[in-house]
């Protein structure tokens, strides 16, 4: 029976079908021709439509198709969906419902699991619920592509409420909240101060900050009737997650996430993960600056199950295992004369050493580190600077040779959007077939797409090149602490804090028997590390 098929199968693209790849005409004939061989079946004719809208039925190839199953060369008609036939319901209905049975023509739409022997009798209902469905899903298919695009290109979207401490402006970008943005700031200097989350919740709450969800009550509406229902101390109660939240959001740094859409179904609506997000560095203005955002992540990471805060622990963040590379846990115990004694220790499951410090040990030890540092850097202070700015790649440079490399590609650009003008003009003259207009266009749609890229990428490095502070604020900053510095103030936690990024501890017992320890410690400073240590070494 097979071999009485005589089988058409039929391509269609439009542009309304969006630039999704498993749309294009190619990719529709590898699935079909893929299908009908593992029928067992053979292809008798392919007629395409390319560029053809589905709305109406006046294409070329779908006509020379009817011709052909008038003349009874046809006898099977195979599409990847109902709507690769056309997109008008009831018209495509016609030729499901009528003109094929009709003229004993078999349809199949592959993707649709449509297949009209399978519908004989009474087909009319189930065939419209699918239809149904096939709009819908196709619909949706179509938003789904538009927003993922815009989601591509970060295009700005305006939720019911912005993010703490920004507003939007009339173009629905983010910019800062008049109200909230120096609370945000403020919730960043507190923590880094005391390193405690709840102390920055006991904090806004008594000095009866509003709270994120007051604030949104009463500015946007939001959730108003049950908010303000709340008794009127619970409108300034912070609470330690609502601060961790803000501490950890990354928003804060300008970045700008957008969702890829692809998780969304037409039946199934759900939330996105991070991976599934579109992320844009420096989008917006940001409340918080990088050294200040990153110290707060590093004592976020510690403060978790730790009620010890910066006031009892100079170093929180800072102690690695030396052996795992795995912060190591601060400990509080009392001792015989009951005064607290702080230590650090590793407890990782999987790490073989058995590291452990005292808090006035290592206190001894970076102290010591820190004012043998200021002395070595500030007896030769012109010297340091110049070793500083000699190692740093020159940051202006850097920026002149990508404006450069910019300016190349843009102009790059106009010659390939000239080029594709150019074409177009000469084959409205009958100068370039059709198909070799094709062929150039697509080749140069892809450089012109690569060219996008490359310009997005290196506006993004000059916009953080600008952003980076410079060489010599740094090195200022730098000195500036070390002047300060005195052995008395040394072991204060902003110092530390400031100078430190890590410290990685070792100890190893002298005998397995004895209480003493060797102990092995490496500083990694915050900034500039390898231009400290070069210039140390140096010496
Ligand atoms: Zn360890």
Redesign the pocket.
């Known amino acids: 029976m097979s071999n009485n098929y005589r089988i058409a199968i039929y391509l269609r693209l439009s542009r309304d079908d969006g630039n999704e790849e498993s749309q294009s005409i190619q990719s529709q004939r590898e699935m079909l021709n893929d299908y009908v061989q593992r029928q067992g079946w053979q292809v008798f004719e392919e007629y395409s439509d390319d560029g053809y809208s589905g709305t109406n039925f006046n294409r070329p190839d779908f006509q020379r198709m009817l011709n052909d199953i008038e003349s009874g060369k046809i006898n099977m008609v195979i599409t990847k969906d109902l709507s690769r036939l056309g997109r008008n319901y009831i018209q495509v209905g016609y030729y499901t419902e009528e003109y094929f049975p009709e003229k004993g023509v078999r349809y199949i739409a592959v993707n649709d699991g449509y297949d009209s022997i399978d519908e004989d009798g009474n087909d009319f209902v189930p065939l419209r619920n699918f239809m149904n469905e096939w709009y819908a899903k196709d619909t949706s298919k179509k938003i789904r592509s538009i927003l993922n695009q815009k989601a591509k290109n970060g295009e700005p979207r305006k939720t019911s409420v912005p993010i703490y401490g920004y507003a939007f402006n009339d173009k629905n970008e983010r910019i800062p909240d008049s109200e909230t943005a120096s609370v945000v700031r403020l919730i960043y200097t507190k923590f880094i101060e005391t390193g405690s989350v709840k102390k920055v919740a006991i904090f806004l709450t008594e000095n009866k900050y509003p709270t994120p969800a007051y604030h949104n009550a009463i500015k946007y509406k939001y959730d108003r009737k049950k908010i303000l229902a709340l008794p009127e101390d619970k409108l300034y109660s912070w609470n330690v997650s609502t601060v961790r939240e803000i501490l950890k959001k990354d928003e804060y740094l300008g970045v700008y996430r957008t969702a890829q859409t692809k998780s969304i179904n037409f039946k199934n609506k759900r939330r996105f993960d991070n991976k599934d997000c579109y992320v844009f560095e420096n989008r917006y203005e940001p409340l918080v600056d990088k050294d200040t955002w990153y110290l707060a992540q590093s004592l976020l990471k510690t403060s978790k199950g730790s009620s010890i805060g910066v006031d009892d622990n100079i170093f929180k963040g800072l102690v ?7 912060s ?1 846990r601060v400990r509080r115990e009392k001792n015989y004369s009951g005064e607290y004694v702080y230590s650090f220790s ?3 499951k ?4 058995s ?1 452990y410090i005292l808090m006035n040990v290592l206190e001894k030890v970076v102290a010591r580190e820190l004012l043998m540092l200021k002395e070595i850097i500030l007896s030769q202070r012109d010297r340091f600077i110049d070793f500083a700015f000699m190692y740093e790649p020159d940051s202006k440079r850097y920026t002149l040779d990508l404006n450069k490399e910019l300016s190349v590609l843009e102009a790059r650009e106009k010659e390939v959007d000239e080029f594709m003008d150019n074409l177009i003009i000469q084959n409205t003259k009958g100068l370039i077939p059709q198909s070799t207009l094709k062929n150039l266009l697509d080749k140069h749609r892809k450089e012109k797409n690569a060219i996008d890229k490359e310009i997005l990428t290196i506006k993004q490095r000059i916009k953080d090149e600008e952003n980076k502070p410079t060489s010599k604020q740094k090195v200022e900053e730098l000195l500036n602490i070390l002047e300060a510095a005195t052995e008395d103030n040394i072991l204060k936690a902003g110092v530390v804090q400031k100078l430190i990024r890590r410290i990685y501890v070792k100890s190893t017992k002298v005998h397995p028997k004895s209480r003493e320890r060797e102990i092995d410690i490496t500083i990694v400073y915050s900034t500039y590390d390898e231009i400290i240590k070069g210039f140390i070494t140096n010496e």
């Open positions: 690695y295992c030396m052996d795992c590379e795995k190591m590793c407890h990782h999987d790490c073989l050493g590291n």
